[in-house]
């Protein structure tokens, strides 16, 4: 009794921080931060040189709890899943006898995992690891392997099953029981990205084969095909988030100015966003999105120049190579986000100032006092915003000494920022 009272006081305390944070964001996180704190994560270092193996990070849910994977030390090894906290650190997931190799994909407030374990060249099987218990999520009919690809917070995993030799490659969703296939209108290939369950709603792609993805929209049984990306011939739904945004990612046509690049949007009740590119890029790929309407993802420059891989962030518009929101003395490319949470935070993998791949973590820096524009400065607009607030105000933003009074000292604050 003791222990489950324990056990209850922490998803209880767990629970409490996850509102906070998400009380934080409703705050805070409306627009693009101005800069990121870095954690790095690495693998343990493999002998006799002791170099970190190379390491990324996949998932990372609303309390700031990272899920990943690193390289085996050795010349024909597989990978290593982790779970990172605060509390513990990083922890690898002991592996099933017989399986040598495991990936994680997402990780949710309760500590689940979903990933992909198995045979270094074998058919491998999607799982659910819960509290140092591995489930084995088998298969669909006629398939002899599976893959996950995201974990909702009530523990439904959905991803892919297939026939390693025949095909094909079916769409999936498990919770508690067999795996059950999705019924799609288009096919006979499919893949899950994506589960929003509060709304029963997945998404993913469906096709014939890779030349012809379509995005769609699974929701309570009920399909919507959203087909291909606007000037484009596939479609893929990588994404969703609370508010039905979902994003998508696709190839242009042979007469688009991007011809066969991939592109990214934002897609909701059939209107399209372009998300655009970062300068000195041409293809992109959408991997993360928030109920903020936050997009994470990264750039790769195939024709129009030898820039390296590069992570960004997007939101309202705007898009920023998230190297340029970290500090240059830290000597990181960063290459690829991989996911975004609610409060903000960016995990992925980059390059550290000695070659090796490094995960890591961004969490948003505060902007400074004063700014009331969210323009990562202070300036006249922020001086004019303050002054339309002038005298009473409480809980306003331009209230910066919290006295519920927007005066001399506030202006005093905003002055000492200026800049």
Not at 210 to 219: I, K
Not at 253 to 278: C, E, Y
């Amino acid at each position: 009794m003791a222990e489950s009272s324990a056990r209850w006081s922490d998803w209880r305390a767990r629970g409490i921080l996850a509102v906070v944070l998400a009380l934080a964001v409703d705050a805070t996180s409306a627009q693009i931060p101005c800069g990121y704190q870095v954690l790095i994560l690495q693998g343990p270092s493999c002998p006799p040189l002791n170099i970190p193996p190379p390491t990324t990070a996949t998932g990372v849910n609303d309390l700031g709890d990272v899920v990943g994977h690193y390289s085996q030390c050795g010349a024909a090894s597989g990978n290593d899943a982790y779970l990172w906290t605060r509390e513990t650190g990083m922890t690898t997931l002991d592996r099933l006898p017989g399986v040598l190799s495991a990936t994680s994909a997402d990780v949710n407030d309760t500590l689940q995992i979903a990933g992909t374990m198995g045979g270094i060249v074998t058919p491998v099987r999607a799982y659910l690891y819960d509290q140092g218990v591995w489930f084995d999520l088998g298969v669909l009919p006629g398939a002899d392997g599976s893959g996950a690809g995201a974990l909702s917070e009530q523990g439904k995993v959905v991803g892919w099953s297939s026939n390693t030799i025949s095909g094909p490659h079916e769409a999936f969703r498990w919770k508690d029981g067999p795996m059950v296939g999705l019924d799609l209108p288009i096919g006979p290939n499919s893949g899950a990205a994506d589960i929003y369950e509060a709304n029963d709603q997945i998404v993913g792609w469906m096709g014939a084969n890779t030349f012809d993805r379509r995005a769609f929209l699974w929701e309570g049984g009920q399909v919507t095909d959203l087909g291909v990306i606007p000037g484009g011939f596939t479609g893929s739904a990588t994404a969703i988030n609370s508010a039905g945004q979902i994003t998508i990612g696709g190839q242009f046509n042979s007469d688009h100015p991007r011809a066969f690049i991939s592109g990214g949007f934002l897609w909701k009740d059939v209107q399209w966003t372009d998300l655009g590119m970062l300068p000195g890029y041409d293809s992109m790929a959408v991997t993360g999105l928030n109920d903020s309407a936050t997009v994470a993802g990264w750039c790769r420059a195939i024709e129009s120049s030898n820039a390296p891989d590069a992570g960004f962030v997007w939101h309202d518009g705007a898009m920023i190579n998230l190297n340029d929101l970290i500090s240059c003395d830290l000597g990181l490319q960063i290459q690829r986000a991989e996911a975004i949470n609610n409060a903000g935070q960016i995990v992925g993998r980059a390059l550290d100032s000695e070659g090796i791949v490094v995960a890591f973590v961004l969490t948003p820096s505060e902007n400074p006092p004063g700014d009331l524009d969210g323009d990562c400065q202070v300036g006249i607009i922020d001086f004019l915003e303050l002054l339309s607030h002038w005298g009473p105000c409480e809980g306003c933003p331009a209230d910066l000494d919290g006295d519920g009074i927007v005066g001399i000292l506030d202006f005093l604050s905003l002055l000492a920022n200026w800049g």
